[in-house]
Nanobody, 118 residues
């Protein structure tokens, strides 16, 4: 069982930055792909970024060049650094862990709200 707790959301002006954190209850780097997803009102949940093995990353097209994902293995924490934020980045951001070996084993955090508005 893995518990995920997100933090760092809030209100930011367009062009600003935020860093989200996702703290995992157990050691995940060697066993799970960690990711950030988001869901805006009336829209489907979409993948933002994932990190595997602590250093292999992938990003959704809409955030490439603006967001970075990283992992602190010692703290079992995944970060999403969001720069050059746009109003269309407004959404609830969720952290997700997917087991390498049994992909049906997945865990979600409770989400954190990010609002980009002037």
């Amino acid at each position: 069982q893995v518990q995920l707790v997100e933090s760092g959301g809030g209100l930011v002006q367009p062009g600003g930055s935020l860093r989200l954190s996702c703290a995992a209850s157990g050691s995940t780097a060697s066993t799970y792909t960690m990711g950030w997803y988001r869901q805006a009102p009336g829209k489907l949940r979409e993948r933002v970024a994932t990190i595997t093995g602590g250093d292999s990353t992938n990003f959704g097209d809409s955030v490439k060049g603006r967001f970075t994902i990283s992992m602190d293995n010692a703290k079992n924490t995944v970060y999403l650094q969001m720069n050059s934020l746009k109003p269309e980045d407004t959404a609830i951001y969720f952290c997700k862990a997917v087991n390498f070996f049994t992909p049906k084993t997945q865990y979600w955090g409770q989400g954190t709200q990010v609002t980009v508005s002037s």
